[in-house]
Structure formats: C-alpha cells, structure tokens
C-alpha cells in the first residue's frame, strides 16, 4: 500500500499558507488562488484512517471536476484547472461556517435519527410511518455545522444559523437555492447513468468580490450516497438493504468492528487485502457515477508527480 498519497508538504513559488482538511490539503498562493491536493486518506465519522486507500484522491478529484464542469452553468464554482488527477486550481475563497446537506431518502444519519425516535431533523420533519430508505415526500436541507480539526460536525437548523449570524439572511437564501438547483440537477444525472442520488453535502464560499461559489467536492462517493434504480423498488418492498454506491459501506464495516468515531474506540485494523477491496469499490463507484472507465494514473512516485504538474501549471501562468 505504499503507492498512495498520505499527506504532502509542497513549498511551491509564492506560497503564502497550508490547510489540511480530512482528505483534502490546501495551498494559498498569492493573486487568488488556491491549489487543492485530494490524499488518498479516508475518514469515516470524522476520524482519517491510519492507511490510504490507492486512487481514492484521484476518484475523488476527478469526479468533482466532471461534477462541477456538469453544474457549471447553474450555480458558478471556484473551479479554474486540474493541471493533475489529484490536484484542482481555482478561486480563493472564504468558506461558509456550514455544509449544505440535502437528503432525498431516509438513509444514513437521518436513518439512525429516525430509529432513534426523532421526527424533526434540523427544524425539518420527517414524517411517521417511513422505514429505511424510503424517499421523502419533497427534499429536505439538513445543514450541518463544520468542525474544526478532529471535532464532530454537528446538525443545525436554518432557524439556528439565522440567530447565531452563521450565514446572513440573504446568503442564506442563494445558498438554499443553490443547493436545490444542485441536487436536481445531480438527481438527473444520476438517473441517466441508473442510479438514484439519495443525499449529498455542498460547501461554499465567497469570493473577494462578495460572489457565492460552490467549492471542494459534489457528487462524490464521499460527500453523496447512490442506490441502484433498477433493485430500488424491489428491495424496498421486501425491506432488504439498497445496494449503495458511497462509502457507506466503509462505515458499515467499522461498525461492525465495534467503531462508530465515538471516545474511547479504536480503529480496526485494516488489512491489505481489505484496504484493496476498499480501492476497488472506489473505481466501481467512479465508473457507474461518471459512466466512464477508469483509468489509473502512475502512482510509482506520485509526490514528484503532483509537484512537478502544479509547477509546470504555475508556470504557465507566467508566460
């Protein structure tokens, strides 16, 4: 598993700052812009992995790119290039204190809410009688707050982020808008390729000129959840678990290892061969969401690799 990408420490020309997310690491450079490298990291209930999962930061980055290149003319991104698979340029923003989570179906968290007996989920009801799964009568925004390294992020209602002056009042408005437009539009592309888009998180930030742009990932299987179009029905009449395309899956293991990010819990032990089929769920998943084969980059010195792209890149601009 050496081949994968853990964490970098680039000192390109003009560099003014590092940020080091969960997966993503961000370069500042100076005339706006920001240079954003996709690990190979996983995180699951907001705990990072101790190993990498190979070609996971190029699936993701690449994925977001088709994404954003796919929305583009309905809500504008910070996207300028992706001079390399795991790498993308763009605007320099400041990110709003919150993600825009927009859930379709009962799935995932607001499952677990749900079984938990609660029927409001950040301000938003969730009607009585649902199973797991089944489909809301309209889409519900369900923001969460972000956390800071190594916290939780935690769930927030619209009412709370309005109070708290989190997000202004008007921004608030483009941001919601922004989000439903997305998730249309990411439902349509979903069910071309046979899929159906259950529910996904959005990032944005404004730029120095005061503009909303959606940054960071959209539609990954790291920020989203797919099922099958075709065994959605059936499967949901006989009450049998959907077939996911997102890292649900990853999440499912770790719970059934006795890990759920709570205190006191240890991360299993991944093996090599698990860490494989982690990869290799990863390319199934790019595949059926981009409709396209996958193909991997050389990840022999990957590193030099990113380094050298990113350079020629920042030269270009030079000329």
Not at 300 to 312: K, P, Q, T
Request: proline share 5%.
């Amino acid at each position: 598993m050496s081949n994968t990408i853990i964490a970098t420490n680039f000192n390109f020309p003009g560099q003014q700052s590092v940020y080091k997310g969960k997966v993503r690491e961000v370069y500042s450079m100076g005339n706006n812009l920001l240079i954003m490298i996709a690990t190979d990291r996983l995180s699951a209930f907001d705990v990072v992995m101790p190993k990498g999962i190979p070609y996971k930061g190029q699936i993701l980055n690449q994925i977001a790119t088709k994404m954003m290149k796919a929305t583009e003319d309905i809500v504008p991104n910070w996207l300028s290039a992706t001079p390399d698979p795991n790498v993308a340029v763009g605007m320099a923003c400041e990110p709003f204190k919150v993600e825009m989570v927009i859930r379709g179906y009962l799935s995932g968290h607001a499952a677990r809410e749900y079984k938990a007996g609660k029927r409001i989920l950040c301000g938003e009801p969730m009607p009585d009688g649902m199973i797991e799964n089944d489909k809301f009568p309209e889409p519900i925004i369900t923001p969460a707050t972000k956390a800071e390294k190594g916290d939780h992020d935690e769930d927030i209602s619209k009412e709370e982020i309005l109070r708290k002056k989190i997000v202004s009042a008007k921004d608030y408005e483009v941001l919601e808008r922004y989000t439903k437009a997305l998730f249309q539009r990411g439902t349509e592309i979903a069910a071309g390729r046979g899929l159906i888009l259950v529910d996904t998180k959005y990032e944005f930030g404004k730029t120095k000129d005061g503009k909303i742009v959606l940054i960071d990932e959209i539609h990954t299987p790291d920020s989203s959840r797919y099922f099958y179009a075709d065994s959605y029905e059936q499967l949901q009449s006989e009450g049998a678990p959907q077939k996911q395309l997102s890292k649900e899956f990853v999440r499912q293991w770790l719970i059934s290892n006795g890990f759920q990010g709570l205190e006191g819990q240890t991360v299993p032990e991944m093996s090599d061969e698990y860490i494989t089929s982690v990869s290799e769920r990863y390319i199934e998943l790019y595949e059926n969401i981009t409709g396209e084969t996958f193909v991997k980059a050389d990840v022999s010195d990957i590193e030099n690799r990113i380094h050298e792209n990113v350079l020629n890149y920042l030269n270009s601009l030079d000329t």
